[in-house]
């Protein structure tokens, strides 16, 4: 039976007495098969599961995107329920950040391109968050989907620097049967947006597949990339990337291994995702 806590101090209580080790997936609700897959994984390899489900507004530039964020916590629920999860932590926003609350973890360099560049500030807001979810649960493990790449690259360095003992775990990003990777966000597409919304992973696979043929060239692989998205009418390319797997250094060669990555606009709604080569 799931347990449900909204506060610091009984979420406190509640992980006295837990088995360990803790396995903590945290998200922002609206949950899909991706951070199924991530509970599925938290509790294989953890005697404890706890999920956080907390919109975080630090997070979101635009007041309007953080409005339209979709949620539905008796259905979340039901979904951690079906998964076997311990406990949630569903905290309000003044009980995350208290009034008096005077703190921001602010991200270096891993944090800036990309979707650091698209969104200011976003990083930040997520650094901080996670740093007070790991300093409130101490799980021993924390799961990420992969599909945000630099946000899990973000993490594992905020826990490094910050001696945050969890260890951050990345899961393989779960797709639709077409390819479009799950979101909480594709809940906005309208359906011809919908069915134009495969031309991220169309494109991610081009641009692999240049790359398996021997194709070493940062430039062409994003040229790749951008025409394949050119293909679709309704998406707007924001950027397509093909960097340095540890630093998202935009590379002019690709000599071990790179991560292509792209953000998409269709209408109002944004899409990333990203492939890792070699
Ligand atoms: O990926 C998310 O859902 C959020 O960015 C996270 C990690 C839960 C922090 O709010």
Redesign the pocket.
Known sequence: MTRIVRTRAELRTALGPAARPIGLV????WLHDGHRALMARARSENATTVV?I???PR?FGDPADLARYPRNEARDLEICEAEGVDLVFAPSVDEVYPPGFDTTVTVGAIGRPLEGAARPGHFD??AT??SI?FGLVRAEHAY??QK?AQ?VAV?RRVAIDLAIPTEVIACPTIREPDGLAMS?RNVHLSPPERAAAPVLWRALVAAREAWARGERSGDALRVTMRVALAGEPLATAEYVSCADAATLAELEHVEGSALLSLAVRFGTTRLIDNEPLG
């Open positions: 945290p998200t922002m609700g956080t907390f919109v975080n997070q807001g997520v968050v996670v979810l990420f989907g945000d946000q993490i909480s």
